[in-house]
């Protein structure tokens, strides 16, 4: 089974512009969350999505964005880029699914990462 | 807000050693804690995970070590090996947030041949 797959590996703006990333999720999966990577704030959460609903959303401005289709593929969008936004843009994929009216855990499984630098 | 601190941020080892990282957090919401791997240039991956009704969990050569009244958790890998040389992540998943993970900061091992 093919792990998740990301689009582009990297890329490289200017500051006030805005970007795309692409997420496919494994084959099966329902639940994509969306992480930011920074060497100075570590993994931190962006939102999550699942059945095309954003379930949750991390602490992050209006500028960060994201949608996912009915194939459960996503994309996050982020507008008027910043210097600050450099940074490894990580998608993981789950299940997503309820067990007995108590949610399990649900495994994530991470992507390779989107490098985002800003200049 | 750090919900989850993880020290140390960089551990030396021999090979064969046992490294021991350490997390701990404030949150009585978090009901699952996983522990990632991660290589440069790669995602995170899952290593091994723990809910707070058991105090230790082993799988292979990691093994995770919980004390839910001290709010902190552990992982020790045994006999380890350059190969394990890696950023490790511990993070922590609330029961009301779906699959939100709050991580630690992050430590990077190195084990000498």
Known sequence: KAGVTQTPRYLIKTRGQQVTLSCSPISGHRSVSWYQQTPGQGLQFLFEYFSETQRNKGNFPGRFSGRQFSNSRSEMNVSTLELGDSALYLCASSLGTLAGGRRSPDTQYFGPGTRLTVL | ?113
Not at chain 2, 83 to 92: E, K, L, P, R, V
Request: hydrophobic content about 35%.
């Open chain 2, 1 to 113: 807000q750090q919900q989850v601190k993880q020290s140390p941020q960089s551990l030396i080892v021999q090979k064969g050693g046992i490294p021991i990282i350490n997390c701990a957090y404030e949150n009585t919401a978090f009901d699952y804690f996983p522990w990632y791997q991660q290589f440069p240039g790669k995602g995170p991956a899952l290593l091994i995970a723990i809910r707070p009704d058991v105090s230790e969990k082993k799988e292979g050569r990691f093994t995770i070590s919980f004390n839910k009244s001290a709010k902190q958790f552990s992982l020790h890998i045994m006999d380890s090996q350059p190969g394990d040389s890696a950023t490790y992540f511990c993070a922590a998943r609330a029961n009301n947030a779906g699959n939100m993970l709050t991580f630690g900061g992050g430590t990077r091992l190195m084990v000498k041949p």
